[in-house]
């Protein structure tokens, strides 16, 4: 079964008329679009992407494996994003990184959890070093976290509820998010 | 900001309402763009020259030589892209900057737009700004409605459009032909140059590449002159600059301050001192790929020759501060473990070395470390410096070399005593 068909093939095209001419630069949010409908992006994907563009399909692939915030494998429908860098690390960024493991009952270094409603990801700075440490859920931004609050997080995640953000607008999933990130939503006014 | 300073990107911070284009024009906005429009673009060029505004993402080049480097009549389009990629660890102003004033960016990159004669603007940002990617977004629309973007900027007759693109996890991709690169649909890799962007740019077009905090300077150049932005901060580095400070200290956050102001008054009076009274060991002047600094280093002022002249960069003025509970080894391990993870993988100095080294960083934290790992490492410091593709892998150097430069006997007694001198557990493991 085709990805990107009836209304999905819609957005794509209206994704590509962002860049009459240089169609290619197109490649970003087509993932990004594709992962909103498969939570992740699938072989088929790729290839559809390149029908799309005229491309081969190694050429997208090229892309996709390029950027960490494309998934090529199977992902939980939340992306839960931990940063351990400097200035998180300062604020004990490590411990928490560790807490999300114990609460979502993952052993150190698994991905995904067993009922794949989770995924763990050891960030890189996330651009939030004044209120570290930082913590994304499916992008939306949770500052200074603790392990309790880290916990609390992940409970909350189990029990169906997406928390409140501290700056901006919750995404219910990560192909929530991903769908927001090709440029898709309405943006709410100010 | 510092007490004697009038703030000029901050003056609205306390004011939600400067985030809507009704509440920013009701402040003054876009009076800036408004004056540009009644100049030639050259004489917009002249007026930034003027300023002595240098690039706040990192290099410090003057902004008004490179918009002056874009060739006229070359029969292509030009560009303007806009850098929000900010992804330096630790570095985190531009976020900031644009929560609470998306429209000044905005005014800012139209002004740029109409020095180069462009009709395009893109605005690229990382894509873990979901959030602030959407501000953008919002502030676009109310331009386009209100006729600040469009067929008809202000009135002018001028079109001006602006495209958001966002990235999706690359710290590589802040490198201005790496951008470049990761907007035209290609791997977010770093180009040879020459050509210069303002040459060959986006889509082979002359194009620059500003960034936010850059652009957000603009307006009030254009508005109140040359004259006035030099005013504040040094001779050669004229202006305020938004730092980050974050860390051990008591009020981590985002600051703007006169250029050339020293560190210390950073620390103890914008950031209320370190953290619980803790002492000071090591700070980063402008993000992790600026050589560390000490607590000798307090009274060094924060401009880019100051910070040259103490043996390090301002970089991006992300300073992260580590109090002396934090081991430098462990710091210095983790900060080039990110320049591992990030190295696009295109040149064998920054792939290899990178993850190199942090094979040894972590052996010798471990307690691990063989007899000439220290020596191992210093040599690693010098072999990586200037000797790759990009400026990347000279941020890996920059904390190799500096950390081993301060904190030699650290790195020493971590060897010698075949564990890590601060790590309690290990040290309750001696005891036992």
């Not at chain 2, 000029?8 to 309402?17: A, D, K, M, Q, Y």
């Not at chain 2, 696009?344 to 040149?347: A, F, N, R």
């Given at each position: 079964m085709a990805v990107l068909e009836g209304p999905a093939l819609e957005d794509a095209r209206k994704i590509v008329a962002r860049y009459p001419g240089h169609e290619r630069s197109a490649i970003m949010p087509l993932l990004y679009l594709a992962q909103s409908i498969g939570g992740w992006i699938s072989r088929d994907a790729l290839r559809e992407i390149a029908g799309l563009l005229d491309l081969t399909t190694a050429e997208v692939e090229s892309v996709a494996t390029f950027?960490?915030?494309?998934?090529l494998r199977p992902t939980g429908t939340h992306v839960v994003s931990i940063c351990t860098n400097l200035s998180c690390k300062l604020r004990g960024a490590e411990e928490v990184y560790e807490a999300a493991h114990e609460a979502a009952g993952m052993a150190h270094g698994?991905?995904?959890?067993d009922d794949e409603l989770v995924t763990l990801h050891e960030e890189e700075?996330?651009?939030?070093c004044d209120f570290a440490p930082a913590v994304q859920i499916n992008f939306a931004n949770h500052d200074n976290v603790t392990t309790d609050r880290m916990r609390a997080l992940i409970e909350a995640l189990r029990a169906g509820e997406v928390p409140d953000p501290t700056r901006g607008p919750a995404f219910t999933s990560f192909k929530h998010a991903s769908r927001v990130l090709a440029g898709l939503e309405e943006v709410p006014s100010s | 900001v510092t007490p004697d300073l009038e703030p000029?990107?901050?003056?609205?911070?306390?004011?939600?309402?400067?985030?809507?284009i009704d509440g920013y024009v009701e402040r003054g906005g876009y009076a800036g763009l408004r004056a540009a429009l009644a100049m030639a673009p050259g004489d917009i060029i002249d007026i930034v020259k003027a300023s002595g505004l240098r690039g706040?993402?990192?290099?410090?080049?003057?902004t008004g030589m490179k918009w002056g480097f874009v060739p006229k009549d070359t029969g292509k389009p030009t560009y303007v892209v806009v850098?929000?990629?900010?992804?330096?660890?630790?570095?985190c102003n531009n976020r900031e900057l644009v929560e609470r004033e998306p429209h000044r960016l905005l005014e800012g990159a139209v002004i740029a737009a109409l020095a180069i004669q462009c009709r395009t603007v893109f605005v690229y940002v990382r894509g873990e700004y979901l959030w602030q990617g959407m501000v953008v977004q919002r502030a676009i629309a109310e331009a386009y409605e209100k006729g600040y973007?469009?067929?008809d900027v202000m009135g002018s007759g001028t079109r001006v459009d602006v495209v958001l693109h966002r990235g999706a996890?690359?710290?590589?991709?802040?490198?201005e032909t790496a951008l470049l690169n990761s907007l035209e649909g290609l791997r977010g890799q770093p180009r040879l140059r020459p050509p210069f962007p303002a040459v060959?740019?986006?889509?082979a077009s002359p194009t620059v590449i500003n960034n936010v905090e850059t652009l957000m300077n603009v307006p009030d150049i254009l508005e109140r002159g040359a004259d006035w932005f030099r005013e504040?901060?040094?001779?050669?580095?004229p202006g305020t600059k938004m730092v980050t400070i974050s860390g051990k200290v008591e009020r981590p956050g985002n600051y703007e301050i006169a250029l050339g102001t020293p560190f210390r008054v950073v620390l103890?009076?914008?950031?209320?001192?370190?953290l619980g009274g803790a002492t000071l060991k090591a700070w980063t002047?402008?993000?992790?790929s600026t050589p560390l600094l000490t607590a000798?280093?307090?009274?060094?002022?924060?401009d880019y020759e100051s910070l040259a002249a103490a043996g390090s960069l301002l970089g991006t003025a992300a300073i992260m501060v580590m109090d002396d509970t934090d081991c430098v080894v462990d710091c210095a391990r983790r900060m080039v473990e990110f320049y591992a993870h990030e190295s696009?993988?295109?040149?064998t100095t920054c792939r290899e070395g990178s993850w190199w080294a942090t094979r040894v960083l972590a052996r010798i934290e471990q307690g691990y470390?063989?007899?000439d790992d220290v020596p191992v490492m210093a040599e690693m410091g010098k072999n990586i410096m200037f000797k790759a593709f990009c400026a990347l892998a000279d941020g890996t150097a920059a904390v190799i070399s500096s950390s081993l430069k301060h904190f030699q006997a650290d790195f020493e007694a971590h060897v010698t005593e075949?564990?890590?001198?601060?790590d309690e557990r290990a040290v309750a493991e001696v005891a036992s």
């Open positions: 950027y960490t915030m494309f998934r698994q991905e995904l959890s700075c996330l651009g939030v | 000029r990107l901050t003056r609205h911070w306390s004011e939600p309402g400067a985030v809507s706040r993402g990192g290099a410090g080049f003057p850098n929000f990629d900010e992804s330096e660890p630790g570095t973007l469009g067929a996890g690359a710290y590589i991709c802040g490198e060959e740019g986006l889509y504040v901060g040094t001779e050669k580095s103890e009076e914008l950031a209320g001192g370190m002047p402008g993000g992790s000798d280093h307090l009274d060094v002022g924060l696009c993988g295109k040149c470390g063989r007899d075949g564990r890590c001198p601060l």
